[in-house]
């Protein structure tokens, strides 16, 4: 097999002919237009309440595996989502900056507590590290109040681009903690779900870092698109080992999505979509290929991305390396303790 070697730390690298294959898939793919019509895009509420959804949900989203709403089948995201549309459907306090600065993280937690309680016991919670995603919210507010005089659409405003300058969307929110991930998954995401929303312009997509989180890296590894070089690494990932960092992986699988979505024609923030997804419902635990069903029901992957059929099987199969080899198959993300991802 002929493969293009780009070395990360010769740990990785990419096979630029397995994103060849996979961008050569997407072309054919398009998401449905439902999943941008959705409630919590076009919720018809004051726009700042709105961008303020918007930047605090993407704020704490992250490591959201324990994260269920069991009687609604509502997991990690998706929970989220419904969880910042109530709240905003309420115009909940924890959506205004001024009076969340004021606040402890005390009472941000026990008010996050009862928003993701199925019966409006925080006991019943399954967000975890409450007091983290406080501490996170509440440096948020503390900036955007600061700065901002507590409007979003005030530093919506005062950015120009994703990048380049003082005034880049990258470069203002670096400044907030809870984005402050050098590799910039929740700004690249926040940027997306605005964009979405109707509210916000890419008018740079050269800069923008395609979003990359922990599903994303794993379908990425099976697929062969990131390959692994380094013994030591290899046997972390499939052994599902506490690592200290996903660097390479992460700067790999990043570059792995620019090529792709140059090669497929679509946006490199759609790449999420697709992305995302799949590695959510059909490529987790028990990949699709092999149990011959989605582990999500109803299949995320199928209910985002218009299929021709009702996805019996992965459309990734033909050139994907997990489909055929184990190796590549038993393959996890990098497992790190962060707020970033």
């Not at 929970?79 to 402890?104: C, I, R, V």
């Not at 925080?122 to 983290?132: H, P, R, V």
Request: proline share 4%; with cysteine.
């Amino acid at each position: 097999m002929k493969v293009n070697h780009t070395n990360y730390n010769n740990k990785v690298y990419l096979n630029t002919d397995q994103c060849n294959a996979c961008g050569q898939v997407l072309k054919n793919l398009t998401i449905r237009d439902e999943f941008y019509q959705r409630n919590f895009l076009r919720i018809e509420v004051d726009p700042e309440l709105k961008l303020s959804m918007l930047f605090n949900v993407v704020a704490i989203c992250h490591q959201t595996r324990s994260l269920v709403h069991a009687g609604l089948k509502l997991y990690g995201w998706d929970y989220l989502e419904m969880g910042f549309l109530q709240l905003a459907k309420n115009n909940s306090w924890l959506l205004h900056p001024q009076q969340m600065d004021g606040a402890t993280v005390d009472d941000i937690s026990t008010e996050l507590s009862l928003a993701f309680s199925p019966d409006n016991n925080g006991i019943n919670s399954t967000l975890d590290q409450l007091d983290e995603r406080a501490g996170l919210l509440k440096g948020l507010a503390h900036f955007v109040t600061r700065h901002y005089n507590g409007s979003f659409s005030s530093l919506i405003s005062a950015t120009g681009n994703m990048s380049g300058g003082d005034n880049g969307i990258y470069n203002i929110l670096s400044q907030v903690e809870a984005f402050a991930d050098p590799r910039k998954k929740k700004t690249s995401f926040l940027a997306k779900l605005m964009y979405d929303a109707g509210i916000f312009t890419i008018n740079d997509p050269e800069h923008y870092v395609p979003i990359m989180d922990y599903h994303m890296q794993r379908v990425l590894l099976r697929m062969g698109c990131v390959e692994v070089s380094d013994p030591e690494l290899y046997e972390l990932l499939i052994r599902r080992q506490l690592q200290d960092s996903d660097e390479p992986v992460r700067t790999a699988c990043i570059d792995a999505l620019a090529l792709i979505a140059h090669i497929s024609g679509h946006a490199v923030w759609i790449m999420n979509d697709f992305f995302w997804p799949l590695g959510r419902s059909c490529c987790h635990l028990n990949p699709i290929c092999i149990s011959g069903k989605c582990e999500k029901e109803p299949c995320t992957f199928n209910q985002m991305v218009t299929l021709q059929d009702n996805h019996p099987n992965c459309i990734f199969r033909k050139f994907c390396f997990g489909s055929r080899e184990e190796q590549y198959r038993n393959l996890y993300e990098p497992i790190i303790q962060t707020h970033y991802y």
